[in-house]
Each structure stands twice: as C-alpha cells, then as structure tokens.
C-alpha cells in the first residue's frame, strides 16, 4: 500500500523557518516525481513546489520563489520542503503528494499544518 | 497562469439525484484535467485524470468529460458518501500547476 507520511508542520512566527518532511512507502520513490500542495484554513487547494524523480529539477509557485526549497532523499525515501522567511500567509495544512504523470496526483499524504503568527 | 473556474460554487442534491459539475480553463488544456474529492478533515482524493479516465476503485457513478477549455465532471446518483468538495486541476504546460476553487456538493 502506498503511503505519505507528512511531519514537521508547528507555529513559528513570521520571518521564521520550518522544515517538512514526507516519508513515502509501498511503492519506487526514485521513480516519480513529488510535490507540496497547501491548502489554508477554509480555502482551496495551492500547489506550492515539485522535484522530478532525480531532484534535479525543481519547480515553484511564485508566491513561494526564493523562500521555500523543495528536496528529497531517495536513499531515504524522504521529501522534504525548507520554509524560510515565512509569512502570516503561509499557513496552511500541507500535503505531500506522488506525481503519477507529469502533473496530477495519487495519493496524497495526510497533510500536517503550518500556522504563522506572532 | 493556467486559470481554472469551477461552477457551481456550492451545488445542493438529494441523493440518488444527478450532480453535473462544471470547470472551465483560461486556455486549451487538451484532455490534461484531473478531478478530486475532498472530505472534510481528509486529503483530497483523486477521482479522474486525462479529463475521462477513472482512477483506481473510483465507483463507475463518477465520470469525466470535455476537452480543450470545457470540462464537467458527472456523478449519475449520489450517494451519502459523496457529499463533499470536488475540484478540477490541470496539468498542461507547468508550472504553475492550478487548482478551481471547487465545488461543494451539499444534501439537498
């Protein structure tokens, strides 16, 4: 069985930094492509960042350019997304997802919540 | 930007009553739109994907339609257990990728 198993997510206050991890089981995690989609309190879905199989190629939504680092370690089965600079509109339950083909996701882990407030 | 739009906003049925859904996109995505439930307190779930194709234990009451900017996603008789909130994505000429604001299936 496929799983994601996001962590990491707590209150930090604006301008501060989190690191979440996903681990992923059940299926070949150097094989596919991942990406973080957040989702802020009562509001819909954002797609914030992905890496391809490798983690050579990474990609950002604007809102999060220059702020957030998307990794992982295959070795480990591990996806991982460095917050920095973090803003109030930032918080957000934030999901791991397995890419199944080039852009649409299955499954999804269970997500952890980020909230940022002073 | 990709721009999707999802109508109804919040779209009210009883069960056993067809639900029609409806997402539009900005541009020509071709057939590259997937569709995703969403439960309350849960991760959203993939439904279709290629704008027609069911995923994996999806009940054949879900299908998929549309191609290029119109796409509707049908469910033929609710049922309790889908009440919930649907929304469509696409996944042509990214990044971005985005998200419709969904759809909210309520009981009637």
């Known amino acids: 069985e496929v799983q994601l198993l996001e962590s990491g997510g707590a209150l930090v206050q604006p301008g501060g930094s989190l690191r979440l991890s996903c681990v992923a089981s059940?299926?070949?995690?150097?094989?596919?492509?991942m990406s973080w989609v957040r989702q802020a309190p009562g509001k819909g879905l954002e797609w914030v960042s992905a890496?391809?199989?490798?983690?050579?190629?990474?990609y950002y939504a604007d809102s999060v350019k220059g702020r957030f680092t998307i990794s992982r370690d295959n070795s480990k089965n591990i996806l991982y997304l460095q917050m920095n600079s973090l803003r109030v509109e930032d918080t957000a339950v934030y999901y791991c997802?397995?890419?199944?083909?080039?852009?649409?996701?299955?499954?999804w882990g269970q997500g952890t919540l980020v909230t940022v407030s002073s | 930007e990709i721009v999707m739009t999802q109508s109804p906003a919040t779209l009210s049925v009883s069960p056993g009553e067809r639900a029609t859904l409806s997402c539009r996109a900005s541009?020509?995505?071709?057939?590259?739109l997937a569709w995703y439930q969403q439960k309350p307190g849960q991760a959203p779930r993939l439904l279709i994907y290629?704008?027609?194709t069911r995923a994996t234990g999806i009940p054949a009451r879900f299908s998929g339609s549309g191609s290029g900017t119109e796409f509707t996603l049908t469910i033929s008789s609710l049922q309790s257990e889908d009440f919930a909130v649907y929304y469509c994505?696409?996944?042509?000429?990214?990044?971005?990728?985005?998200f419709g604001g969904g759809t909210k299936v309520e009981i009637k």
């Open positions: 997802a397995k890419d199944i083909s080039s852009g649409w996701f299955d499954p």
């Open positions: 059940g299926f070949t995690f150097n094989s596919y492509a």
């Open positions: 890496t391809s199989n490798t983690g050579i190629s990474t």
């Open positions: 541009q020509s995505i071709s057939s590259s």
């Open positions: 290629g704008a027609s």
């Open positions: 994505q696409h996944y042509k000429n990214w990044p971005p990728l985005t």
